[in-house]
């Protein structure tokens, strides 16, 4: 019986955790009146179910319904915000971050996985992650090309006679000037998008919110 | 058309004076307001939900709450109907029978056509 009882106090213990979790965000009178009337309702319920052991808990709880649901009820904003757990919220910083520190880095690892993560995360579109993918990785592969014109061109045009200095000669390349105002506008081009993305993932969020219920769960 | 999702709606927007209804019998608390709303209607699927409302119906002036001793147990918090909690009802229900004989005598007419 000891352990019966335990483990139904148990149960009560983790949806009270779970709801006080998924209403942390709320306002905290509302969130007591809230957490005060649901603690009552299940002592009181368990006061009055035949016998207090973990069925009866279970179908206590059941009556009630999800925490989450509880937590939309209340129809605010801040809770649907809470609806989102804090690692789905690092997902998207993390996915930004990384395609953001890409724009300047060579695409090391930081930028693949940032990558990655934008074609698995929920909150981009195909134009999202083709935008995403392609310009931030623009600034390094401007340089890289232009590395590359530039070595080519200096070991195609340049003689070294044997009885003087080398000389290279025919068309020079781009100014420097001209690279890195090239390289600058890639990398704010890069920037734009990151934020594009960043608003994207906020934008989807606030859809969201306003596409819940934020009412009674009613019978159908 | 869905005649289950204009059901759901009705529900869902007449719960709330469903609730006030039940206070303007008399004061109850938690468990005791969502277990009669729950055998007298069967309007909510999840009975935690009317918790949020009646915080809403406090917020809103419509309730209010007083605790009052338990005869087993800790103090109970018991929900009561404010004198503009009283009023609001009695404009719903006014609003309401229109509605009801509008939608009755437009069904009933629609029935005796089929």
């Given at each position: 019986m000891n352990g019966t009882r335990t483990a139904a106090d148990q149960l009560v213990a983790e949806y009270l955790n779970r709801l006080r979790e998924v209403t942390r965000d709320l306002e905290p009178a509302l969130r007591a009146d809230i957490l005060l009337d649901v603690e009552q309702h299940i002592r009181d319920a368990r006061g009055a179910a035949a016998a207090d052991d973990l069925d009866a808990v279970r179908e206590i709880l059941a009556g009630l319904g999800p925490a989450d649901q509880i937590a939309r009820a209340t129809g605010s904003p801040s809770t649907a915000r809470s609806q989102r757990s804090p690692s789905e919220r690092a997902y998207d910083r993390i996915t930004v971050g990384l395609l953001a520190v890409g724009l300047v880095t060579l695409p090391a690892l930081g930028w693949v996985v940032g990558v990655v993560l934008l074609w698995r995360g929920?909150?981009?579109?195909l134009r999202d992650r083709l935008l995403g993918t392609l310009v931030t990785l623009g600034p390094s592969a401007f340089l890289a090309v232009n590395t590359v014109l530039l070595f080519a061109m200096t070991k195609t045009m340049c003689i070294e006679p044997v009885d003087g200095p080398m000389v290279c000669d025919g068309p020079p390349g781009p100014p420097a000037w001209l690279v890195l105002v090239l390289y600058a506008i890639s990398v704010v081009i890069g920037v734009l998008t990151c934020g594009h993305l960043a608003a994207r993932a906020g934008r989807a969020d606030r859809a969201a919110r306003t596409g819940r219920s934020p009412s009674v769960a009613v019978a159908e | 058309m869905d005649p289950a999702k204009a059901l759901r709606e009705l529900r869902r927007g007449t719960v709330e004076y469903c609730v006030l209804a039940l206070l303007a019998r008399r004061p109850m608390y938690g468990f005791e307001l969502v277990r009669t709303l729950d055998d007298l209607g069967?309007?909510?699927?999840?009975?935690?939900t009317i918790y949020p409302l009646l915080a809403r119906l406090r917020g809103d002036g419509l309730v209010t709450t007083v605790t009052r001793a338990s005869e087993s147990g800790p103090a109970r918090r018991y929900y009561q109907l404010t004198a503009r909690g009283r009023r609001t009802l009695a404009a719903f229900i006014d609003e309401w029978k229109r509605f009801r004989d509008s939608v009755d005598g437009l069904l009933d007419h629609g029935r005796q056509g089929t």
């Open positions: 929920p909150r981009w579109t | 069967g309007l909510v699927t999840s009975l935690g």
